[in-house]
């Protein structure tokens, strides 16, 4: 029998390379950790890939959008080669493969290691969105050590997982896909060896932390950011620090105004390549 992982699907397409920034844009609802577009350098075309354990999402994507869905193999969801290290700061780097985290630790003993696999296309850091927060939370101890941190949309767990390896006191994150809490569970326990992170699986609007935190990280595309953003609003706390990331550039103006009338204060704004990071503070 073939080995699949049943609960597992990839829907595909074939798009035009030059195109790829509108199908993401269009693909907004998924998840930006979900969405994958793979091209051969100097090509016209692209494939599109969206990964979930929902057959239903898939045929919704199969209708509107035309494509192939099919079960996952697990020989699809090894570790991919060697990967760059992300440094969030010098006692602290994230990276998605065995091999490099062995030689990293060899060259900076001292450092803490994370190490998340790049699977099921739930992202190791290596993407812009991700890299950006990682080095925000690295750049300072106050920001993080002693704090509570929420992760809304957490993927592969790569942003908790850092909160609470800077230091933080409390962390809970959530998504809406019950594999990536599976997997996010399975990295907190092979990096930290226990589990104290509090994950959940629930959908962002219906989601009730039943708490406030100093620290929140999304990672999410504009149109969610927007559309949830009182709910987003609501798990600060006075004082504390949102960190928005998952945005492109374009949209960046109407997420900026969508906190603002929130009560936000925009504190810091960051752009790698089409990608942007935004910094809210919440009055005390």
Not at 87 to 111: E, F, I, M, W
Not at 181 to 187: A, H, L, Q, T
Request: net charge positive; glycine share 8%; hydrophobic share 45%.
């Amino acid at each position: 029998m073939k080995n699949v992982n049943r609960s597992l699907w990839v829907w595909r397409r074939q798009i035009a390379e030059a195109q790829a920034e509108q199908w993401l844009e269009q693909l907004e609802w998924v998840g930006p950790q979900r969405v994958m577009v793979l091209a051969r350098p100097g090509s016209i075309r692209a494939r599109l890939e969206v990964y979930g354990s929902h057959r239903r999402e898939a045929d919704r994507l199969l209708k509107e959008y035309g494509g192939r869905v099919r079960a996952v193999a697990k020989k699809e969801l090894l570790p991919p080669a060697p990967s760059r290290p992300i440094r969030a700061n010098r006692a602290l780097y994230v990276v998605g493969d065995p091999k490099t985290a062995q030689s990293l630790r060899k060259k900076v003993p001292a450092a803490r290691i994370l190490l998340i696999p790049a699977s099921m296309a739930f992202g190791s850091g290596e993407h812009a969105t991700t890299g950006m927060v990682l080095r925000y939370l690295g750049k300072s101890k106050k920001l993080v050590h002693d704090t509570t941190a929420l992760d809304l949309g957490t993927g592969s767990g790569i942003l908790a997982l850092a909160a609470r390896a800077l230091g933080a006191r409390r962390v809970v994150a959530m998504d809406n896909c019950p594999d990536c809490i599976r997997i996010s569970r399975e990295n907190e326990k092979s990096n930290f060896g226990d589990s104290t992170i509090r994950w959940h699986r629930a959908e962002l609007g219906a989601f009730d932390p039943k708490a406030v935190f100093r620290l929140v990280t999304a990672n999410l595309f504009s149109d969610l950011l927007i559309g949830q953003s009182a709910s987003i609003w609501k798990c600060l706390a006075p004082g504390g620090t949102l960190l928005l990331s998952g945005i492109l550039h374009p949209q960046a103006a109407g997420v900026v105004r969508a906190y603002r009338a929130q009560g936000g204060k925009l504190i810091c704004q960051q752009r790698k390549g089409k990608w942007v990071l935004l910094a809210f503070a919440r009055k005390t």
